[in-house]
């Protein structure tokens, strides 16, 4: 079933995210950002074309959250396989200043990151994906070749 079908009418906006964190939305992650939005609806889950390293990872997220991370990941090649693709739709239902650590963000608390909490998150068929910086919004055409899974 396409999104459309399924969310006719619906305002749909895509972000980028580095993966693993992209595939970690898949698992209930916490979305952290340095900036907060008031836009709430659908967002497109892209997985940008350049992941971060595990040494990246672990600088962002620390040892602890990184090994919490890897158990979701292994045997689950999917995000390192859909580099440069929209993996996954979810529904953006609330933001707000991150105060102290949030064990479901994966990443170390550090003062004005700001919490972006999803629902609904689902994967579809990955569809390859420009990604650029900040908010895209994602036309007719495209929601039309997003499958849920």
Same mark, same amino acid.
């Given at each position: 079933?396409?999104?459309?079908?399924?969310?006719?009418? #619906?305002?749909? %906006?895509? @972000?980028? !995210?580095?993966?693993?964190? $992209?595939?970690?939305?898949? *698992?209930?992650?916490?979305?952290? %950002?340095? !900036?907060?939005?008031?836009? %709430?609806?659908?967002? @497109?889950?892209? $997985?940008?074309?350049?992941?971060?390293?595990?040494? =990246?990872?672990?600088?962002?997220?620390?040892?602890?959250? &990184?090994?919490?991370?890897?158990?979701?990941?292994?045997?689950?090649?999917?995000? =390192?396989?859909?580099?440069? *693709?929209?993996?996954?739709?979810?529904?953006?239902? *609330?933001?707000? %200043?991150?105060?102290?650590?949030?064990?479901?963000?994966?990443?170390?608390?550090?003062?004005? @990151?700001? @919490?972006? *909490?999803?629902?609904?998150? #689902?994967?579809?068929?990955?569809?390859? !994906?420009?990604?650029? #910086?900040?908010?895209? &919004?994602?036309?007719?055409?495209?929601?039309? #070749?997003?499958?849920?899974?």
């Amino acid at each position: 079933m396409t999104f459309n079908k399924v969310y006719p009418n #619906q305002e749909l %906006r895509a @972000l980028s !995210w580095k993966q693993p964190y $992209a595939t970690m939305m898949l *698992h209930g992650k916490v979305e952290t %950002r340095t !900036w907060p939005t008031d836009y %709430r609806g659908w967002v @497109l889950i892209c $997985a940008s074309k350049k992941p971060y390293t595990l040494e =990246e990872v672990v600088k962002i997220s620390g040892a602890g959250y &990184t090994n919490n991370m890897l158990p979701k990941l292994i045997g689950k090649k999917f995000h =390192e396989q859909f580099n440069g *693709h929209a993996i996954a739709v979810g529904y953006l239902q *609330h933001c707000e %200043r991150m105060l102290s650590i949030f064990n479901d963000t994966y990443v170390k608390y550090k003062p004005g @990151l700001f @919490l972006h *909490h999803y629902a609904s998150v #689902q994967a579809i068929h990955p569809i390859p !994906w420009t990604g650029t #910086q900040g908010w895209k &919004t994602v036309s007719d055409e495209f929601k039309d #070749q997003i499958i849920l899974l």
